[in-house]
């Protein structure tokens, strides 16, 4: 997989982005926060409130988690158990390529700015555990990329959630 070189090699530890959680105890964050966060990690990011740029941003976040997980298989490899290495490659796959159900509904769905916000949130979630890479050890890996898997499928369900209401 080619992950390198397209994202920043260092991913700094920042605070939330969830109204409420902040970088510093007693402090409270906002989504204008969040999103500076995001464009700090992925400086070209693309942002959801642009219908033309949404494919692209889905794609900056799968490619971010992508290289973090590229670079967990390169460091444990010879440590995993082949059911936790076969996780780590539908992981990746995950990563690689896109959910077409959530990008037909990109496509067509008008979002709000909670929606947005709702999405937001997601990538950065994802991109908050994606820079604890480092940090995996081969026996917490599976309980990792569980956490990867369940926030995919919840950025999947705020578009869903979005069209169901309609």
């Known amino acids: 997989m080619g992950w390198r070189g397209i994202l920043p090699a260092v991913r700094p530890g920042l605070g939330g ?10 402090e409270t964050a906002n ?5 500076s966060f995001l464009k700090e990690r992925i400086p070209a990011y693309a942002d959801y409130g642009d219908e033309d ?16 997980l590229s670079t967990i298989r390169e460091r444990l490899a010879a440590d995993l ?5 076969e996780q780590l490659e539908k992981t990746l796959l995950m990563c690689e390529f896109s959910n077409q159900q959530l990008i037909h509904m990109l496509d067509h769905a008008k ?12 990538d950065h979630e994802l991109i908050q555990v994606a820079d604890r890479a480092n940090a995996i050890e081969a026996a917490k890996l599976d309980t990792y990329l569980s956490e990867l898997t369940e926030l995919f499928a919840r950025r999947a369900q705020a578009v869903f959630w979005s069209e169901d209401r309609r």
């Open 17 to 26: 982005f969830f109204p409420g959680q902040a970088a510093v105890p007693g």
């Open 31 to 35: 989504p204008v926060d969040g999103l």
């Open 53 to 68: 740029a949404r494919h692209l941003v889905d794609k900056q976040v799968r490619a971010y988690v992508g290289e973090a």
């Open 81 to 85: 158990i082949q059911n936790v290495s």
């Open 111 to 122: 979002l709000s700015n909670t929606e947005i916000e709702e999405l937001h949130e997601v």
